[in-house]
């Protein structure tokens, strides 16, 4: 029952654009409320199982409840009151499946529902591209697949298929290195994943795949350095980073050059400037919560009036999160990802299994994809940020020493898997 309920939510979440353009908003809508039912019932008869202090961390109660509150200055309070349920909604969902399924089912049952989503989404683009030769205009696939891309799948943009393509090749390298599945498994599901990285064409790509092989090659020495000289090896990486950030801040127009991303950055830093102006205006509140940009909502018409565009968001989900929430929801949003990227990467250093490298890895590739699209803050991206930093929080907390009080377990992270 847990692995069919995670396999649903997993793709419920990562389909959620072809399944709401193939019915409807009240279709998916319906899916997403039965789920959180079925999810629901499945917590209540569990519930000697679970803990209250470990039932999600409090830098996500924060974060939601300032979201709700923003009802009282929003500028359109049946909208905000929608787009909370819809962050309430998925967020649950991820509570559910971080309780019912430990770390590596939940790698499991994911590579499973990339695997399908991939295949299919590969499957969708010969047929539109090289054997009917026709768009399908229902799932915004052009069919561009016979010129070498850009192509959609049923992601619904070249840069969403490319991030989720990323963390399929994650997933499906985590899968191998468990030996979770064949190697007549793996090696197909990981080619899958680099065809289709390459074939979204997003200049995106190029940076979560650096982003990634640093991240991954950094916690593979830090996983091999002995204990006592692993402290000292946290910090000389962590300088390494922050200079490579200087650097890469410097030689920025020579990046985005030789990554033939000019005119997307463009677009972006006019959108960006656009955004500052009306935070300027309410600062530490923002103008309410709304997620997915609402169509005819002020700022984000008048934003999009001046731009003569159509953005559907900040195309950055901290920028988004500081023009809807305000500088104090950007702090709740960095403490929420914060703390879980540096809570995963602790108990990945120490633990031997390479499963828990997932999760840290995971969350740096959310916080890259954040800094260039708003994928983390609805549907399958923030599903995956609330379901990372549950699992950080399970591993690593404060409130392990609180159950160790009433339980008499005194909780240690050997490096053990």
Request: overall charge positive; hydrophobic content about 55%; charged content about 15%.
């Amino acid at each position: 029952m847990a692995r069919a309920f995670t396999l649903a939510v997993l793709l419920a979440a990562l389909g959620s654009f072809a399944l709401e353009r193939l019915t409807s908003t009240v279709t998916l809508t319906t899916v997403v409320i039965v789920l959180c039912a079925l999810g629901g019932a499945i917590l209540w008869a569990r519930r000697d199982e679970l803990s209250p202090l470990r039932l999600a961390p409090f830098s996500l109660y924060a974060f939601l409840a300032w979201a709700l509150l923003s009802l009282i200055w929003t500028t359109d309070k049946t909208e905000t009151l929608l787009g909370w349920l819809a962050l309430f909604g998925y967020a649950f969902l991820a509570l559910v499946v971080g309780h019912v399924r430990d770390t590596l089912q939940t790698v499991r049952a994911l590579g499973d529902a990339l695997r399908a989503l991939l295949a299919l989404s590969l499957l969708l683009e010969i047929v539109s591209g090289i054997l009917l030769d026709v768009p399908f205009a229902a799932l915004a696939i052009e069919g561009r697949i016979a010129e070498g891309g850009p192509i959609q799948g049923v992601f619904g943009s070249r840069n969403m298929l490319g991030f989720v393509a990323v963390i399929a090749l994650i997933t499906f390298v985590i899968e191998w290195r468990t030996r979770s599945v064949t190697r007549a498994v793996a090696v197909p599901s990981i080619a899958l994943g680099a065809l289709l990285a390459f074939l979204s064409a997003s200049p995106t790509v190029v940076v979560l795949a650096t982003a990634v092989g640093v991240v991954t090659a950094a916690l593979t020495i830090v996983r091999h350095a002995p204990p006592a000289r692993r402290g000292i090896v946290q910090w000389t990486l962590g300088v390494l980073v922050a200079l490579s950030l200087v650097v890469a801040f410097v030689l920025r127009h020579r990046i985005i050059a030789w990554l033939d991303a000019g005119s997307d950055f463009s677009i972006r830093a006019t959108l960006w400037n656009e955004i500052l102006d009306f935070v300027a205006l309410k600062p530490i509140e923002g103008w309410g919560w709304f997620g997915p940009w609402a169509r005819g909502e002020y700022p984000f018409t008048y934003i999009n009036f001046l731009l003569d565009d159509r953005h559907q968001s900040a195309l950055n989900a901290f920028f988004d999160v500081l023009l809807q929430l305000g500088s104090a929801g950007l702090a709740l949003f960095l403490v929420l990802g914060g703390v879980a990227v540096v809570r995963s990467w602790l108990v990945a250093s120490v633990r031997r299994s390479v499963v828990y490298a997932w999760t840290p890895i995971v969350l740096i590739t959310l916080a890259v994809d954040s800094m260039f699209e708003s994928f983390t803050l609805a549907g399958a991206g923030w599903f995956l940020l609330v379901l990372c930093a549950l699992r950080a929080g399970q591993s690593r907390s404060w409130r392990e020493n609180i159950d160790a009080t009433h339980t008499g377990t005194i909780p240690t992270l050997r490096s053990q898997g």
